[in-house]
């Protein structure tokens, strides 16, 4: 199973880093996640310039899809050049997005009406767009899913793991990562978003 962080110029790297780094420790179970580019090089919000493992269009083969954010996000949303590059299918694909990646999808036509998690510079123009947006880090109904502030890549990952692999799958993960000491309060938190966003999508 394959995953894809789409990672564009202006990219927060907590949020494409940390989720693909985790989803990275399942790789033996099947589960690999790749810095998914526009163009072969990309310069993140702070300067830092990565290289593409992967061209944008891999987003329409992935199993998993993952829209980072960044402080050109709007511009992504912006570009129909760049958004007709990505065709996303959430009947056969998982689809999620970290904060501002919230625009991207919107842009694409697959929230729906779903309530959105985002963060709070992003909100804004979110609620602008018609969407309300949930006082939460983590929210998923179906194969969509949004998080909202830069550690809530995290909960993205635990959800992409839970979805994939299994809840044990993620466990393991999050509690090798997980601060010393903290390891439990880590796992159960991440964890219990996931479930709750579950749960609120069924009722």
Same mark, same amino acid.
């Not at 909960?155 to 601060?179: F, H, I, K, Q, S």
């Given at each position: ?27 033996a ?32 083969e ?50 729906? %009406? ?6 709070r510079? *992003? #909100?804004?123009?979110? $609620?602008a !767009?018609?969407?309300? @947006? =949930? /006082? ?15 550690l809530? %890549? ?7 793991? *839970? #979805?994939?692999?299994? $809840?044990? !799958?993620?466990?393991? @993960? =999050? /509690? ?6 903290e390891n439990e ?17 069924? #009722?």
């Open positions: 199973m394959q995953v894809a962080v789409l990672t564009f110029d202006g990219f927060n790297e907590l949020d494409s880093f940390v989720a693909a780094a985790l989803i990275n420790r399942c790789r179970d099947g589960l690999e996640a790749f810095i998914t580019t526009p163009t072969p090089v990309v310069t993140s919000m702070n300067g830092v310039e990565v290289t593409g493992q992967r061209p944008v269009e891999f987003a329409t992935a199993d998993v899809v993952l829209v980072g954010s960044g402080v050109r996000a709007h511009e992504v949303a912006a570009d129909d050049r760049l958004v007709s590059r990505l065709r996303l299918d959430p009947s056969r694909q998982l689809v999620g997005a970290q904060c501002s990646g919230a625009l991207v999808l919107a842009r694409l036509g697959l929230l729906g %009406s779903m309530p959105v998690c985002t963060d510079r *992003t #909100r804004p123009f979110v $609620e !767009a018609g969407f309300t @947006v =949930l /006082d939460t880090p983590f929210h998923a109904e179906g194969n969509i899913a949004t998080a909202g502030g830069c809530a %890549s995290q909960y993205l990952a635990a959800w992409v793991m *839970t #979805r994939t692999l299994g $809840e044990d !799958a993620a466990r393991g @993960v =999050l /509690d090798y990562v997980a601060p010393v000491g309060e880590t796992v159960d938190r991440a964890l219990r978003a996931v479930r709750t966003a579950a749960t609120a999508a069924a #009722r």
